[in-house]
């Protein structure tokens, strides 16, 4: 299944290229989609699933927030993540900051899914969110397969060509590959999830439909509220309502997609007995209201 939506609120100096490798890459190599630096605005999103693709993308200066696999985290200067994009993702300019730098790049073919998993393995943790280690040549590496790849497919003068470029970006992506894994080999990456806090959120996540507030949550685990607040959203990057919401909203999408109930019996069926906050909530997260949504689904 495929999804895609997304608002393009960049700056004019940004720069957006793409490539389509030739069939003997694609066959034996890993190889460039598309790279790009983006001068991110406030209105800047991707809501994104079924793409056969891997993106690496590395904020430069301001913020953006990333939702996946579940969880939602903040992406601050200096900091990459590296995702599968056939996986639902949704990322966007930090509300709180305005602006988003980043370079970036697509890519696929030969072993790109092993060296994902082997990226993933070596975080042992549900954060995704890396950084480069002082030594990085990551950005170099980025900067330098955007500056080498022309505006236009035509720049290349024949296939013969355009295959010795796939070859050779094919070497500055391994290196690429290589920098993120080097990342989580040195350390300098965000600290574990503690165990009680993954105790919280796996407790929040089996009864998101109840009413569950912060002093509940405290109480159950023997924490001061504010202190358990502060904790929870440095290392889930949401506060623990936030993170009822979000999980409410997942559900509501799937019951939405799937299901024959309408759109209050879908509330109610998450946990939310006001219709009107409900689509509120659905729209803020998913960008359309709860009927918007229904319909636009078996269009895909």
């Known amino acids: 299944m495929q999804v895609f939506h997304y608002e393009l609120d960049i700056k004019q100096k940004s720069v957006w290229k793409h490539v389509s490798a030739t069939a003997s890459a694609k066959a034996d190599f890993i190889y460039l989609q598309e790279v790009g630096y983006f001068y991110s605005q406030k209105n800047y999103y991707t809501t994104r699933q079924g793409l056969d693709s891997f993106l690496i993308k590395l904020t430069i200066s301001g913020g953006g927030i990333l939702e996946y696999g579940g969880q939602k985290h903040q992406v601050g200067p200096g900091q990459f993540f590296w995702i599968d994009c056939t996986n639902m993702q949704h990322y966007y300019t930090d509300p709180e900051i305005g602006h988003w730098d980043v370079v970036w790049v697509h890519f696929n073919g030969a072993n790109s899914k092993a060296y994902y998993e082997t990226y993933k393995k070596l975080l042992g943790t549900d954060v995704i969110i890396g950084k480069p280690s002082s030594s990085s040549n990551m950005l170099a590496l980025l900067e330098t397969i955007l500056q080498r790849t022309p505006e236009s497919e035509h720049s290349f003068l024949d296939e013969q060509n355009l295959f010795e470029f796939d070859i050779q970006t094919s070497g500055l992506l391994t290196q690429l590959i290589m920098e993120c894994i080097s990342s989580e080999r040195t350390g300098d990456k965000p600290d574990h999830i503690p165990p009680l806090i993954c105790d919280i959120r796996n407790y929040l996540t089996a009864h998101y439909t109840e009413k569950i507030t912060l002093g509940d949550l405290a109480d159950r ?44 019996e879908v509330a109610y069926a998450v946990g939310i007995e006001s219709l009107s906050h409900f689509s509120y909530q659905f729209k803020k997260q998913e960008g359309m209201t709860p009927s918007q949504y229904r319909k636009f689904w078996p269009s895909l």
Not at 240 to 258: K, N, Q, V
């Open 221 to 264: 685990f023997n924490l001061d509220r504010f202190y358990l607040q502060k904790l929870f959203k440095k290392y889930i990057g949401q506060s623990p309502a936030e993170y009822l919401i979000y999980m409410r909203m997942i559900r509501a999408a799937s019951l939405l997609r799937t299901g024959g109930m309408s759109i209050s």
